[in-house]
């Protein structure tokens, strides 16, 4: 019996060491503790988010607010936030803030852009809590304008049956950051691009989606701005945000695919095939144009010659019908077209490759 006694009390003394307290638990909490951040020329004003005020700073909890915020800053040197003329810290307590709900920061630089962060702590006699939130905004510039974002223009700029070329203009002031574009359809690689501090007041960023399928929607074109810059909170938390912004004016959709056709025809394409080979032939001429003006000048002054040519043969001879066809062309539909690829053939290979 008395063994049965001494079994029990190991027992009892391995659960009491082992288990842990739950008053020495810390529970992280997934709350949003920022509702907005109102920009101002040379601070901010952080607007708390009600619920989080109301469940998670009551003075019966013994709460305490820790504000970080970090200077993105556009400088080549490298870059730490652990640097004390770029990263704030202050302690709040909820009698401060209870009332009003509002963060005021000061004594900022107008037109950055820094991160801010909002951290608490509080107490109850089951456990301790805490969360974090943190999000990316820019103070005012002397003129009083606002922006959520460090982009200044992008457009689409050529959209092909397999491709499509975009470019992006970037404002001052820009901070080390990785750019990652996708389209939000999906199915095609997103494009990751790392761009540093740039002293330029505008900066230009061209790239291009390949082999997408024809004739296909893939929605638009969207970009995940991530700072490249060591972040972490007053508690030594590594701070993870970005900024996500996507084209809202225009969609991806691709256009038809031509197809390459026997001796008739160049090509064609299931639907407005004409227009479709006249922004091609023209699209090809251009990129010729920029490698070799002259062999772009020579190509329409031959094309316009034999034109003449053809046109006055014909009047000689009082052409009757299409099946009478010159030795040098076929008289068909789009024969002009055929012809003078041909002959444009030498100064460019691939015409017929497409």
Same mark, same amino acid.
Request: hydrophobic share 35%; glycine share 2%.
């Given at each position: ?35 907005? @951040?109102? %920009?101002? *020329?040379?601070? !901010? ?8 005020? /109301?469940? #998670? =700073?009551? &003075? +019966? ?112 002031? @820009?901070? %080390?950051? *990785?750019?990652? !574009? ?8 997103? /494009?990751? #691009? =790392?761009? &540093? +501090? ?157």
């Amino acid at each position: 019996m008395s063994d049965i006694f001494k079994w029990m009390f190991i027992v009892s003394l391995f659960h009491i060491i082992v288990t842990p307290s739950k008053l020495n638990q810390k529970i992280f909490v997934d709350v949003d503790t920022i509702d907005f @951040l109102d %920009p101002q *020329k040379h601070g !901010f004003l952080v607007i708390l988010n009600e619920y989080f005020v /109301k469940n #998670f =700073l009551h &003075e +019966s909890q013994f709460p305490t607010l820790f504000v970080t915020w970090v200077h993105l800053y556009n400088s080549k040197q490298k870059h730490s936030s652990h640097n004390n003329q770029h990263r704030w810290t202050r302690i709040l307590y909820p009698e401060v803030i209870q009332e009003r709900k509002v963060v005021k920061l000061e004594n900022l630089k107008e037109k950055s852009w820094y991160i801010i962060c909002i951290e608490f702590e509080n107490m109850n006699r089951d456990n301790e809590t805490t969360g974090l939130t943190c999000r990316i905004s820019r103070t005012l510039d002397k003129f009083g304008t606002k922006t959520e974002t460090t982009i200044n223009r992008w457009s689409i700029d050529f959209l092909n049956h397999d491709f499509v070329n975009f470019s992006v203009e970037y404002q001052w002031p @820009l901070f %080390p950051m *990785k750019n990652t !574009f996708y389209l939000t359809a999906g199915g095609v690689e997103a /494009k990751t #691009f =790392l761009i &540093e +501090s740039q002293n330029r007041e505008k900066f230009r960023l061209r790239s291009k989606f390949e082999y997408l399928e024809s004739n296909t929607d893939y929605g638009k074109i969207c970009v995940l701005q991530e700072p490249t810059i060591d972040v972490f909170s007053m508690l030594g938390r590594t701070v993870k945000t970005n900024l996500h912004i996507c084209h809202e004016s225009e969609k991806v959709r691709t256009k038809s695919a031509p197809k390459r056709m026997g001796d008739g025809k160049f090509f064609e394409s299931d639907k407005d095939s004409t227009d479709d080979r006249k922004e091609y032939r023209m699209s090809k001429m251009r990129s010729y144009q920029k490698d070799d003006s002259q062999a772009f000048k020579r190509y329409f002054s031959e094309r316009k010659s034999q034109k003449n040519k053809f046109e006055r043969r014909c009047m000689d001879e009082k052409v009757e019908s299409q099946s009478a066809e010159p030795a040098f062309v076929d008289v068909t539909a789009n024969s002009f077209d055929v012809h003078f690829a041909r002959m444009f053939q030498h100064l460019a290979p691939d015409v017929h490759d497409r």
